[in-house]
């Protein structure tokens, strides 16, 4: 009997449709996302706040990393990216998504396994939740925390992520374009954020008048790693090793740097001295702002993207949050109203007004 050479013999482990390039990419950036997280907002939460709290901030990061996860293969992910469920046209059927011939089979986008989107996914969905906790740091109950946790992204985060980022989700066939999480992410956090703080109440007085950091050297390094994780946060969502994801990295950075000067410099101009947590702030902002624009604009609006972003957020925060009753009331520890949902909705209007024909073309199908 006649035998194919070795080399024209099928893998079934390298399906023909899969990319090995791609999927090694798409594996690499979920890891930078994740990152992002653990160790990322761990060491960010747990040495910004008062050394009395630095345990309990850090584990609430932690925590959500885990039970995300958990709740992501149990039922998240098919109620965010499966097949739409009969009762409720804006989700997927909860499900459970650990079957082998669901997760070796192509997933929906790229040429990647269905295994590789499950995971890419979960990080988002798990420093979405991480977010929300940094409205909440300093006061919250770790045992409410717990229940928060799965519930939101039950009934929250997999509504959004349906409706904006599967191609059947409503507002998707709408054409709205939230690259890699501007509305999804970051505005969703943001509010989600803002309202539990109203529920949850104040920290005391001598805690919300006076918060210092009790490490601000390891907050840098949580900072930094926050920072460096938006590689594969925005260079992760073409779900292609393409130029398009080069673009994406390259304007992400531009853009948090430049966010992270203009913050720095209004610092110094109204205030007469720098601060490296408005340093920070600034580059926070300027990360979420150019998310949802980052593979479709030009490096010249991630510049200007960059000056809005660190000025803008600036103004509600230093300004208009000192101004307005009801902003005053409301106690956001780590200030995400203003960094995730007034920064990304900047960021998805200056989307509208910046994003590139060509580049939308490649990286969102024509069906035309």
Known sequence: MNQLPQNLIPDPASPEWMNKGDNAWQLTAATLVGLQSVPGLVILYGSIVKKKWAVNSAFMALYAFAAVLVCWVGWGYQMAFGDKGKFLPFLGKPDVSLD????????????????????????????????????????????????????WLTFSYTVSAYSIWFPSGWLSKMGIIDYSGGYVIHLSSGVAGFTAAYWVGPRGNKDRERFPPNNILLMLAGAGLLWM???????????????????????????????LLTWLLLDILFFEKPSVIGATQGMITGLVCITPAAG???????????????SIPWYTMMVLH??????????DTMAVFHTHAVAGSLGGILTGF???????????IDTN
């Open 100 to 151: 082998q011939k669901v997760l070796l089979e192509k997933a929906f986008l790229g040429m990647l396994p269905t295994a590789t989107m499950v995971f890419f996914q979960f990080v988002f969905a798990a420093i979405t939740l991480i977010l929300v906790a940094g409205a909440l740091l300093g006061r919250m109950n770790f045992i409410a925390w717990m229940l928060f946790v799965p519930l």
């Open 229 to 259: 994780g938006w590689t594969g946060f925005n260079g992760g969502d073409p779900y292609v090793a393409s130029i398009d994801a080069s673009l994406a990295v390259l304007n992400t950075h531009v853009c948090a740097a430049t966010s």
């Open 296 to 310: 479709v604009v030009q490096g010249w609006a991630a510049i200007i993207m960059g000056l809005m972003s660190g």
């Open 322 to 331: 000192k101004n307005i009753s009801l902003l005053k009331q409301i106690d």
């Open 354 to 364: 910046f994003a590139n024909p060509k580049l939308n073309r490649l990286d969102y």
